[in-house]
């Protein structure tokens, strides 16, 4: 019989777990006499058998990357990186335009330029923010042309079922909704 239903948090789960234990059964968690319907963010972690407090989301578009790292639903540190690589009123990347025409031109030079810039400076980001905050974790929302720029990358890419925007406000939400599981005590 349950009862007394309430929200948790991914930091307070974590804490229960450290603490308690859990089993994980049917994908609920339990931890003594709780069960636990997991969020999104919690049930991956606790997938991935990494019960780290710190977490990050990494959104890429054409020509912006950002990732924001959080501790539970605080945010620390928060980056984002935005370079030239769009054909104006195009909308379409550089390099998605090379398979079709237009190589020798010097704006399509200076873009293929800042394609490889932005992906040697967002490598760069993912192996900062690793080894600052010892993530083992990435929740992200990448295209699948873009995910070529996450291989040979020693971390735990986590896919977030929907379109996201590579804005501050987006993250925001997106940590609202996946952040809170619910929380039953059994009787």
């Known amino acids: ?39 999104f963010i919690l049930r991956n972690i606790v997938l991935s058998n990494n019960l780290s407090y710190f977490y990050a989301i990494m959104i890429i578009r054409s020509g912006i990357s950002l990732v924001a790292v959080f501790k539970g639903k605080e945010l620390i540190e928060y980056k984002k990186i935005e370079r030239y690589t769009v054909r104006k009123k195009q909308g379409k990347s550089q390099d998605k335009h090379l398979k079709t025409k237009g190589k020798s031109r010097l704006g399509s030079r200076i873009r293929l330029r800042e394609i490889r810039r932005f992906f040697k400076e967002t490598r760069e980001m993912i192996g900062d923010f690793k080894k600052t905050y010892n993530l083992k974790n990435i929740f992200i929302s990448v295209p699948k042309v873009r995910l070529n720029l996450l291989k040979g990358i020693d971390l735990c890419f986590i896919k977030i079922p929907r379109h996201i925007e590579p804005s501050f406000s987006d993250i925001k939400k997106i940590v609202k909704e996946y952040y809170y599981s619910k929380i039953f005590l059994d009787k």
């Open 1 to 39: 019989m349950k009862t007394l239903s309430k929200k948790i948090g991914v930091k307070a789960a974590i804490r229960l777990f450290k603490s308690m234990g859990f089993k994980f059964i049917d994908d609920k968690i339990i931890v003594g006499k709780y069960i636990i319907e997991p969020s």
